[in-house]
């Protein structure tokens, strides 16, 4: 069963497929046309030793030998030694339009079965090896020429490798096939996730057509519709992966928070990721809020700050993988707060920082800043000083201003309360959708 595959080549070498000078000859060409009948008689025995043997050889197939698909393999063992028996003497393809469909049978059974494709290629080979050796022991005891079992070698393997390739082909395609529909239920999923408002039986319908362990703990992952490629497959292997129009979403495990947060900022590095809380299921739909609101806060900023600098192209060549490190939304909830309703912040901080409006755009920008930190370090004097790094005397001359425009203001907690929400809006780049 261990017979070496002869690799002797033909005393009239066969010029490569696709040469320019030389039409491709097959092998069996050279093989006479009268073999099939001079070895009619022992025939019938190659193919029983074949079908009695290969499943012996190749344990994947020895549990399928009584079954359906076993049947198959048998059926397709019978094809293929006949169709091979048409060929000497002939110039005719390796396979017929027959043999060739069930030859892609077989190889799509194979990933329909859950095998890899080395069963059936193994399957192949050893059905090679006995048909080489059987044939041409009988063609020796014939008397036959050397040239003969040459030419019957080389044709065999050449046969085979059409086999192979064939059913190779027909399992790559069913394999992207059901990549393609595992690929849309996934989506599926992900999508009811994110929507809300499933009912948990249909839920689990998805996971099992997705063939998806709903975890416990879920996390909802937002980045820009340019994410990518790399990115998209990092978040295929740990999660779902929806593509809209304007984002990049994925619903992934959530492990606990120590252990989830070191692997976050590993599969993210490098991108505009925002990750949603960690959330049970049936909340996925806020966690996405939650990352989305956070999301666009970014983008805002990331704009400002790119239009500042070059203009606005600057900040679409930038892309999602220039971004930085990605953000953890469970790090800036204050900011989500500030940032579920950008309109009534912005209303907030037209009204309460209404007295800037008297001073120039400069210097109104200098004394929200002096503002800012005056409410944070509690009029801390040389603290103030520190943070915006000016001597203490101009930040008593700036608070002194602020005093002359907000008056009273300054003493009322409800007052500095609102004066501090619009003032680090201001800060994040929260604004009023356009």
Known sequence: MNDPA?????????????????????????????????LAP??????LRMIQTVPDEIPAYAKARDGRYGKNITLGVETAFEQFMRLPGTDLPAL?????????????????EGRSMDALLGAYRASARIVFREMSAECARLGMDLSVVIDLGESIWAYID?????????????????????????????AALIGGGSEEKEVQR???????????????????????????????????????????????????????????????AG???????????????????????????????????????VGE???????????????????????????????????LAERVL??????????????????????THWGQRARIAAELSVHPQTVGYRVGRLRELFGAALEDPDARFDLEIALRARREGVRPAA
């Open 6 to 38: 002869p690799s002797v080549p033909s005393s009239d070498p066969v010029p490569e497929r696709g040469s320019e000078n030389t039409a491709w000859r097959p092998p069996w060409q050279s093989l006479p046309a009268d073999l099939p009948e001079k």
């Open 42 to 47: 022992v025939l019938p025995g190659i193919l």
């Open 96 to 112: 017929s339009s027959e043999s060739r469909a069930l030859m892609a049978n077989l190889g799509a059974g194979e990933f329909r």
């Open 162 to 190: 059409e086999l192979s390739s064939v059913s190779a082909q027909a399992y790559a395609e069913a394999q992207s096939a059901q990549a393609g529909v595992q690929e849309l239920h996934r989506a599926a999923l992900a």
């Open 206 to 268: 998805l996971a099992a057509l997705a063939d998806w362990r709903l975890p416990s703990r879920l996390a909802v992952v937002v980045l820009p519709a340019d994410a990518g490629r790399a990115v998209r497959e990092r978040l295929g292997r740990a999660g779902l992966v929806l593509e809209r129009d304007t984002e990049v979403l994925a619903v992934i495990d959530a492990l606990p928070a120590r252990e989830h947060r070191a692997r976050m900022l590993r599969l993210l």
């Open 271 to 309: 991108t505009a990721a925002v990750v949603g809380p960690t959330v049970d299921w049936p909340l996925v739909s806020h966690s996405y809020r939650v990352a989305r609101t956070l999301a666009l806060q970014e983008a805002a900023v990331r704009r400002s700050r790119a239009g500042a600098a």
């Open 313 to 347: 192209a600057a900040e679409l060549d930038a892309g999602a993988e220039d971004a930085g490190m990605p953000i953890l939304a469970e790090d800036h909830l204050a900011r989500v707060v500030l940032g579920a309703e950008p309109s009534v912040v912005e209303e």
């Open 354 to 375: 209404a007295p800037l409006q008297e001073v120039s755009e400069a210097k109104r920008a200098v004394l929200e800043q002096t503002l800012l930190c005056w409410l």
